[in-house]
């Protein structure tokens, strides 16, 4: 029997990539930490180069009719003043969704694949794959070890040694409201904070907050977002947001995420690599991240399935997907920067220059973020 591949990770990349694997019959086993895949997270926009992903896989219609449909998304003042207004229409669309709906979406049918409850300890390369030994003890050879494990990493770990995430300077907080909000997603800049509400259903509005902040200490448990939190930063917040806001109960789960970037000089190595935020982690300014693990999963799965040699088609992947990624990642900074600006003149002046620029020329530096080439 051939060896499988082995996905470190049940979240959005490592289950499309055994989406895209299993479908094209080979044979993979996914293992995730979790003791089980529970309906955690907040929302989530997936913008058309996600959407394609996801088309390709044969889940788009389910992730389409889960989530909702996005026209457009709008940047505003913190009083609600329009700045900038970008229309997904030309790009295949996008939609809003809860985070726990896209992974149950992109889990079904891999349920015999799945090994919950467990991680890696081991890697040992081999002259043709590697073996692992898992933390239930087991060894077992497999064709390539894929890391799909998210910020943290321990593939990562286990390649390259420990890498330190960079931290961006800002913290988030995200919950779901159940009440509906602005039809299509909204985000208000403040002076060094930022609040944004995305609708993922028809009476259900994603919210997030970025606010700068010194970085947790990076060892022990992190004390959960707190609503309390959220309101007393979304005070200097006007349109929408006090009418969305109110539908919070004092019980709502709230997350809260400082916000880190990974950037590696490589991903792979012989019959391993990274994908997704493991490989790249980058800021959530252009709700991009889960579109690239997306993006990486379909990539990656073509080069598996065209290549022999199981290195070789792992380096191709990398090659193919490096100078993208790394420019959505510098972009996504760049936004970052400007959008958590302290200063207040400099605020005007940035506020200014949304205003001036054209519509058309923001709807073209966006359509080069969605389309993607996904052949190679
Ligand atoms: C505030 C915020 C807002 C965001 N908004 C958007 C958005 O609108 N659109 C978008 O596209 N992206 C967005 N993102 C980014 C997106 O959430 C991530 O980029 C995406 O989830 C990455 O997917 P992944 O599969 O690489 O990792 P993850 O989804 O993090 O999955 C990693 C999985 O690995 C598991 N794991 C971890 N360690 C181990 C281990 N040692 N062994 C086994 N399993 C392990 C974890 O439990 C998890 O299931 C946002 C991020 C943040 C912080």
């Not at 470190?8 to 479908?23: E, H, P």
């Not at 058309?48 to 896989?57: F, K, P, S, T, Y």
């Not at 390259?160 to 960079?166: L, S």
Request: glycine fraction near 12%; charged fraction near 15%.
């Amino acid at each position: 029997m051939t060896a499988p591949v082995l996905i470190v990770g049940a979240g959005i990349g490592g289950l499309a990539l055994a989406q895209a694997l299993t479908r094209q019959g080979v044979p993979v086993r996914v293992i995730e930490k979790a003791e089980a895949l529970r309906p955690v997270g907040a929302g989530l926009i997936l913008a058309g180069n996600a959407l394609r992903v996801l088309d390709r896989l044969g889940l788009g219609e389910a992730v389409r009719a889960a989530g909702h449909p996005l026209s457009g998304a709008q940047l505003t003042t913190a009083a609600g003043r329009p700045l900038q207004t970008l229309s997904y229409a030309a790009s295949g669309g996008a939609v809003g969704l809860h985070r726990a709906a896209l992974q149950g979406i992109l889990s079904q049918g891999l349920e015999a694949q799945l090994l919950m409850g467990t991680t890696l300890r081991a890697l040992h390369p081999q002259r043709a794959g590697v073996e692992v030994t898992l933390s239930d003890g087991t060894v077992q050879r497999c064709r390539a070890v894929v890391g799909a494990d998210g910020l943290h990493s321990s593939v990562r770990a286990l390649l390259f040694g420990a890498v330190v995430p960079r931290y961006a300077g800002y913290t988030s907080w995200r919950f779901v409201v159940p009440r509906p909000g602005p039809a299509q997603a909204t985000e208000l800049w403040g002076l060094g904070c930022r609040l944004g509400l995305v609708p993922i259903g028809p009476a259900q509005t994603y919210g997030y907050l970025t606010v700068n902040a010194p970085e947790q200490p990076p060892q022990g448990a992190k004390p959960p977002g707190t609503v309390a939190e959220v309101l007393a930063h979304a005070a200097p917040f006007g349109g929408p947001v006090p009418g969305v806001l109110a539908g919070l109960g004092a019980d709502t789960p709230v997350i809260r995420t400082d916000i880190h970037e990974i950037r590696l000089r490589r991903w792979s190595q012989g019959s391993v690599t990274l994908l997704g935020d493991a490989a790249h982690a980058m800021t959530p300014n252009l709700g991009q991240g889960a579109a690239m693990a997306l993006e990486d999963a379909w990539v990656l799965s073509q080069q598996m399935l065209t290549a022999n040699d199981v290195p070789a088609a792992l380096a191709r992947y990398e090659a193919l997907r490096r100078p993208r990624v790394e420019a959505v990642q510098r972009q996504s900074r760049l936004v970052g920067q400007a959008g958590q600006l302290e200063d207040s003149a400099l605020r005007a002046l940035r506020d200014l220059a949304m205003r001036l620029t054209p519509a058309a020329a923001a709807q073209r530096s966006s359509q080069g973020l969605f389309s993607v080439n996904l052949d190679g």
